[in-house]
């Protein structure tokens, strides 16, 4: 055999396993977990979405204020 091909066969070994967990993971969908939200109607074309923001890090109380204050 020669070096090219060796190299071509090593490549591929390597590869074709990449390409593939690859393409699993773009197939893969995210998964979203709902909560319970409403929409309040505030006038004849605009509203207001009353929802629950779920945090998973333990916030400071400067970072909850500045995670409530983004939706005024």
Sequence with gaps: MTKKTLLARAAGRYLRPL?????????????AYAGRGSFRKTGPTTGVFDFCVSLRFHASDT??????????
């Design 19 to 31: 390409f593939m967990l690859l393409a699993l993971t773009l197939l893969l969908q995210a998964t």
């Design 63 to 72: 970072q909850i204020t500045r995670i409530k204050s983004k939706g005024e």
